[in-house]
């Protein structure tokens, strides 16, 4: 009688490590799908930002005139070129911010840090 009840825990023990190793392994498959998932939303939102920074010039409220614009991308999205400024153009969607490169071009152009360079070829 109490070799079977030793027999039962036994197999109870034996019953429940199983089952815990499962419902590890089934975590850690849920953890790699998540961080998976998470992944492939950040691409997607940027990815979307790229999109979406091609036609936001073409929005009504912007300081200067669609057709003065020209996309640069990279570090900047753009500069306007009006008849009386230049405007030095970087778009922003959702909670996307600023680079530490950008910031610094932010802060060239308020420090007035901006020059002409004209180089004749001959």
Known sequence: MVSHLILGLVA?????????????????SLRRSLLSLG???????????????????????????P??????????DGIAF????IIFCEFKTNKSRLSEKQRRIRALVEGKRVFWFEKKLE
């Open 12 to 28: 109870l023990s034996v019953l429940l490590f199983v089952l815990l190793l499962i419902l590890l392994y089934q975590n850690l």
């Open 39 to 65: 992944f492939s939303k950040r691409s997607l939102s940027t990815r979307y930002g790229l999109l979406t920074e091609q036609f936001i010039p073409f929005a009504r409220n912007m300081p200067f005139s």
């Open 67 to 76: 057709s003065n614009f020209r996309f640069i991308g990279n570090p900047i």
């Open 82 to 85: 009006e008849d009386d400024k």
